[in-house]
């Protein structure tokens, strides 16, 4: 069962930036789907971004298009998330998420949050004005 730690969220003043991480327990192959997602409460939980190494293919949504940039490093069985000039809308509880089916590879709704089936226990980001 691969577990899924997510760090770096914090506190930040609107205009600055926070470097998320998401540490996988196991090699992660480059053919799985991986993707942020954020929550806030009572919400429904938002792809923000998404990533398919194997294909050299991402996915934004349009609210973070230009200021976030999901990232992989292989090597560390590491996900990144660099989030840049942060707005008090993007205050939410990040989660990231892996896509491993055991029958298929790739992303296929890559903003979905059912799409995925392993989850990380979240990291708080709070932008302020």
């Known amino acids: 069962q691969v577990r899924l730690v997510e760090s770096g969220g914090g506190s930040v003043q609107a205009g600055g930036s926070l470097r998320l991480s998401c540490a996988a327990s196991?090699?992660?192959?480059?053919?799985?789907?991986m993707g942020w997602f954020r929550q806030a409460p009572g919400k429904e939980r938002e792809g923000v971004a998404a990533?398919?190494?194997?294909?050299?293919?991402?996915y934004y949504a349009d609210s973070v298009q230009g200021r976030f940039t999901i990232s992989q490093d292989n090597a560390k069985n590491t996900l990144y998330l660099q989030m840049n000039s942060l707005k008090p809308e993007d205050t939410d509880m990040y989660y990231c998420?892996?896509?491993?089916?055991?029958?298929?590879?790739?992303?296929?709704?890559?903003?979905?949050?059912?799409?995925?089936?392993?989850w990380g226990q979240g990291t708080q980001v709070t932008v302020s004005e």
């Open positions: 998420a892996l896509r491993m089916l055991s029958y298929t590879y790739g992303c296929t709704a890559p903003l979905r949050w059912s799409e995925y089936n392993y």
């Open positions: 196991e090699y992660i192959d480059s053919r799985y789907c």
């Open positions: 990533i398919n190494p194997n294909m050299g293919s991402t």
